[in-house]
Nanobody, 119 residues
Framework: QVQLVESGGGLVQPGGSLRLSCAAS????????MGWYRQAPGEQRELVAA???????NYVDSVKGRFAISRDSAKNTVYLQMNSLKPEDTAVYYC?????????????WGQGTQVTVSS
């Protein structure tokens, strides 16, 4: 059974930093593109950052230059380093694994971790 376990959320002041981690069980990590999504109250879930199996990265415009996604294959873990946080970054952040090898497969989601940016 695939599990994605997130950690690292919390309360931070504007301008601060947080690092989210998502540990994946089993072989899904090496077969998947990995991404971070977020959902604020009353809003749709949006893609924040994604990294393909082959290392291609993309970000939503609002976080470019502030957030960085990375993956550690030895630890089956994907990270989201968030710097210069703003109140509008407040949301529940979800880790996603989208199987793409050998063929397009299922999507898997973590349980979500709350990020609150407030003074």
């Amino acid at each position: 059974q695939v599990q994605l376990v997130e950690s690292g959320g919390g309360l931070v002041q504007p301008g601060g930093s947080l690092r989210l981690s998502c540990a994946a069980s089993g072989v899904i990590f090496v077969l998947s593109d990995m991404g971070w999504y977020r959902q604020a109250p009353g809003e749709q879930r949006e893609l924040v950052a994604a990294m393909t199996r082959l290392g291609r990265i993309n970000y939503v415009d609002s976080v470019k230059g502030r957030f960085a996604i990375s993956r550690d294959s030895a630890k089956n873990t994907v990270y989201l380093q968030m710097n210069s946080l703003k109140p509008e970054d407040t949301a529940v952040y979800y880790c996603n694994a989208r199987q793409t090898f050998p063929t397009r497969g299922d999507d898997y989601w973590g349980q979500g971790t709350q990020v609150t940016v407030s003074s």
